[in-house]
């Protein structure tokens, strides 16, 4: 970092207002050349406003932009990009249909004339940059058929088709492998030697050391202040972030572990994963560890009846069962929190108290009619219990915060009284201060019984709720680890396929 | 305080857009010529409306079930030639002519609720192509020929299109009636319930254990059994029937529905709000002719209406007038 | 470098492998059933088909690139049946009878100049107002039929110029002039769409509409350009056909929005948007109308062409849905 050059981006007093909100407040900081600047804040923060006031999405009500020291005035995408101002957006925003260098070019496909395409001069210009970002593709691929991560790496070549001053990554790594995150920062450390400057925006510490130089963090659109990386530390980030300081230790010892809740024999899906065998016993968390890909959630869609096995057996206390569909899972007592909560967990129009009694709406009657009083008892009760804060039971879930929304998702499950509890990505883009309640929250329900299956890209949540943590590797179980024993290591080379020091 | 109870009522006034346009409207064409309220010209309304709006509170099912059916128009011509024939058939006469026609329109809405339902077709094409196999059918049925009942002063047929009770007319009471049944069935009972689930989220209530296939089969169903009552209705008055009397009406069934509030992408509206969708068609119509203007005038009224509706639902849930598109 | 497996061959071959199947049937089944003489695959025969597929043709076309750009256009039929009024019409007009035989051009104009506005409309309603189009066309397909009615009540609108009748009917090689000009459509919409800039952004648009702001581009003055095109094409469809009929009735062209879909869809192009092809909707057009005459030709009551027709449209799309399973492996929702 070369801080006597002039910066590569700087935001002066920035202030952006919604009718009833102060979104933005008098954020201030500077991005230098060759800088990878963090920018954290919990969800609702203010991060995404910013990203869009950058983006020429939304203009500020007050304060300046300024790229290499000329101030930027921004209306459309366009003035950013002209500006070089680029995104890496966090959902990715590509067609599909289309090829790798349409893609790329989106929005500036080059002209012959009458308005025709100029093919060559596109894939001749998109290869190149293919080949500076050393990919295994080509400029005619069809975006479709590229994995996750390579469609990542389409973005970032659309970041280098114009002589980017500052790139702006949105959450990049959400959902990317261990091994595509390494290529991933590659780029980025090729980017940062080249002299661009980088605004990098995570929810993930151990990220955020690794790479980046400074730090700014939002709290309720206000800023708190810039850090440097190497003078700091996670406390003091989190203390910025939450306004108070927050527990990640290793959870409190086990508790009473009962009798066998789900057994699963031999159970295989096609080419999704093979031959898994495992058990959840009463009044414990099983975690669930490895690589996107390697077919945990498949394995959770199985056993609640949204995939069919191609071989195995399940047992439920001892009985075995075949589940057919979501409604035989719900009646023998399995439960799934899904990955998606906006996509499969909830129905964002309906309302708080409506999406909770869902599963059960048939029960809930008075004659043939749904009872108020009943739905409305359930909702209260898992409110208190898993202090749900929303102003009322009428409100759309929609407008809740994230981590209120994944406890409405929790609270409809445990409405139902499952035996077994599956959560898929409990705290999947849910800000500090509510993960360390949704993980509170699981240990309490294993404390009361429950026999609960945590899924987790994070190893810091799988190895902070779990009693065992079951290593999957491309479909298989590799090892079944004990909380006690379980190494950062250890968990690591399993997950990579390395076993006993050997590649399997 | 008063700004609370200000905002609450903008509130209100944004949710029930609809409905106070329809007061304003109805307010405005009544100090204007005082017929157009009068009892007898609110029943003729009412009554003329009452086949589309039959088939409207169906349609509105599909729809917050989040599918379309544009298969009514044709369906409703199908059961209205199948109950005149049968009802001249010997073998059956009007007490049996009536069941069957309604299970064979039903049996048709079984097979559109299968194809969108249990097959997971799309559901814009299927009854696209329902529409066409459907008026195909009935051209065969009827062998290209209009329908007509030979001695209407000998048959009872009539008092669905025709009679009156308490000096309300039949069509009128069956459309009330089965607004309120319907009503209930969507408002207050867990079918309902997961027709809005199945609607609003179709994944998402497939993971909360809502058999979304057989949700969206029971809404073509109910769909159908509507068009077998407009069909009915329509037979009924007319005495006689068209192989084309549906033709162009899903559309138009499915405006009355879109102007009531529903949302094309599903989850959201109700029969209330569907049934003020169709009475404004229906008293606008009324309006303008009473005004002096041709029928045709109401197609360019209704064309501002409907975009003006779903205009202002849209830009109040935005928060901005004009769309943001660049 | 394309990779093409078996399934998007059977896809992107499917309408031509439909149409082939239909000439041998038609072919084979007429030699038993045929009231005519004359074989079904008679070379007169296919040129009339061609012409008479020209107006659900070459509306289709733009309903292509509508869809392909993820809207859909539910008021071609009354912007048909504007547009011809307005063209007809208009040749009564004293200041046009002035004009001799160079009213025909000029009407022809007024026509297509009838339908872009018309299409403008519709265009800037979506733009500006972010209504679904759907729902705009929806409205719009009452509005315009409306305005076909003021225009001249409920009486036909009609004037006959035997050189515009002429013009026509004039052939060359034996196509008249509607199969040519629905060959031109054909032919300079598919270049549109595979060559240039404005087709490949439909394309872009319709795939992720979202993805195409975010690059800047302008989506709504895009829209607003398509809905101009079908407009236009809609006119350009009435002028082929009602200058050699010179007669139009208010209800013209009625549901001739569910049969430009249809062949639109029959053709592979998918209502999500963002995919599918001009050559395509050609194929899904022919089919169509060689469904109607092969069963004209077979003796089978016109009738039932609706029937096949709308049982077709459905089983392709099953086929479709099939073809696009993951079998066992597949998630259940």
Redesign the interface.
Known sequence: MNTDRKPALRLENIVKTF?GVRALDDVSFEVFPGEVHALMGENGAGKSTLMKVL?GIHQPDEGRIFVEEAEAVMT???HA?ARGVM?I?QEL??????SVA??VY????P?KS????DWATLYANTDEILKRLKVGF?A???VG?LSIANQQMVEIA?ALTVDAKVVIFDEPTASLTDAEKVVLFEVIAGLQAEGVGIVYISHRMEEIFKITDRISVLRDGEYRGTLVTSETNEDEITQMMIGRSLDLSRRTARGEVGKTALRVEGLS????FQDISFDVRQGEVVGFYGLVGAGRTEIA?TL?????P?AGKIFLKDEELRIH???E??RHGIS?V?ESRK????????NCR?NIT??Q??D??AG???SDGAEVAIFDQYRDRLEIKTPSWRSAVGNLSGGNQQKIVIG?WLAMRPEVLIVDEPTRGIDVGSKSEIHNLLRDLAARGFAVIVISSEMPEVLHVSDRIVAMYQGRVMRIFDAEEVTEDSLIQAISGIENGKVA | MKNDRLGKFAGVLARQGILVAFILFMIGFSLWNARFISVENVFGVVRSSAILGVMALGVTFVVIGGNLDLSVGSLMSFSAIVVLDLHENPAFGPALAIPAMFAMTMAIGALNGFLVGYLRLNSLIVTLGMLSAIHGLTLTYSGGQNMDIANQEATWFGIFGRGTALGIPIPVLIFAGLAAVLAILLAKTPFGRKVYAVGGNEVAATFSGIPRARVVFFTYLISSFCVATAGLIQASRTMGAQNTVGQGLELEVLAAVILGGASLLGGSGTVFKTVIGVLILGFIQNGLLLAGLEFYVQFVVTWIIIILAVWLDIAAKRGRLWSPIA | MQRMNTTDLIKGGAIWGFIVLELVFFSVAGSFWSLSESAFMDFDNMLLLLKQSAPIGIIAVGMTIIMINGNIDLSVGATFALSAVVMLDSMNWPIMAGLGDWAIPVAWLLALLTGAVLGFINGIIVWKTGVDAFIVTLGSMLGFRGLVFMYNGENPTFHLNWTMVDIAEWDALGVETPALVLIAVVVVAWLIMTRTVHGRNAYAIGNNREAAVNAGLRVGPHMLINFVIIGTLAALSAVAFYSASGSVNPNDGMLFELWAITAVVLGGTKLTGGSGSIIGTFGGVIAIQLLRKGLGHIGADTETVNLVIGSILIAVLFLDRQLNRKGQEELKV
Do not use: W, Y
């Open positions: 009718p983006g459309t995408p366009l990009k995104f957006h925003s590509l067609a599909e249909e289309l349409e893609n989106l929005g500036e496909l002209r009458l308005g025709r395409v080509t005619r691929t069809r058929d659309r899906c096609g080419s999704l869609e609640f009846g949204l995939r069919t191609s569909s979501p409604i899972a719900i799934l899904p996509e499969q967990g909830l129905v964002l129009g309906m409506d869902l599963p709406v048939s809930l009657v043939p009619f749904v409809k």
